[in-house]
């Protein structure tokens, strides 16, 4: 299995990804929506022999700290067909992804998401560090990670999401 960015052939298939991993298809559609209006930072796909299996979307969101905006890396949609979960495939997305954000000079990362999944990458519960997300969601599902150790230091505030987010 291969991680690589997504070229223009894949867009069909990022979208069955998405939409057969979600059940539904907002995420599908909202990867279209970031893609075609260029908010990614990146969109990887999991290739397994010309199959895309799995894909991650990394987007530019913000940290407004009243009124000093920091941007920071967003993480998701990430899928994974059904039938190829629980195999790594999430986990070696994810990782790229991360690493493509700290090279591209982002130094922190968030993620709305299960809560025993995403700490193993190194991502913790954002609201003890007084910095929530812009909606309402269980306290334990908005994380953060540092890309860069101490990056979070002195920060607080509010973080949105692109505005395609909104509604998904
Ligand atoms: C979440 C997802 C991307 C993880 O990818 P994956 O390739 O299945 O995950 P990995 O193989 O890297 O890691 C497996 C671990 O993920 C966790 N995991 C997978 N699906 C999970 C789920 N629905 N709820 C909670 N944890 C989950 C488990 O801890 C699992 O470990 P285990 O097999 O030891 O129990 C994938 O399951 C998926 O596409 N789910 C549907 C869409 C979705 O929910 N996306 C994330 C939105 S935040």
């Known amino acids: 299995m291969k991680i690589r960015p997504e070229i223009a052939a894949d867009v069909a298939q990022i979208y069955e990804v998405n939409r057969l991993a979600f059940g539904r298809e907002d995420e599908a559609r909202l990867v279209d929506a970031l893609r075609e209006r260029g908010v990614v930072i990146c969109s990887l796909v999991a290739d397994l022999d010309g199959l895309i299996v799995g894909h991650v979307l ?74 929530r997300w812009e909606h309402d969601a269980p306290e334990e599902a908005f994380m953060v990670m540092e890309l860069v150790p101490g990056a979070l230091s002195g920060y607080r505030g509010i973080i949105r999401y692109q505005p395609e987010f909104d509604g998904v």
Do not use: M
């Not at 899928?79 to 690493?99: F, H, K, M, N, W």
């Open 58 to 131: 990394f987007s530019p969101a913000t940290l407004d700290d009243d009124g000093r905006h920091t941007t920071l890396a967003a993480l998701g949609p990430v899928a994974v067909l059904p039938a190829r979960q629980r195999q790594g495939v999430g986990d070696a997305l994810i990782r790229a992804g991360l690493e493509i954000c700290r090279d591209e000079g982002y130094t922190v990362a968030v993620v709305l998401g299960h809560s025993t999944y995403y700490p193993r990458f190194g991502f913790r519960p954002s609201r003890p560090l007084g910095i």
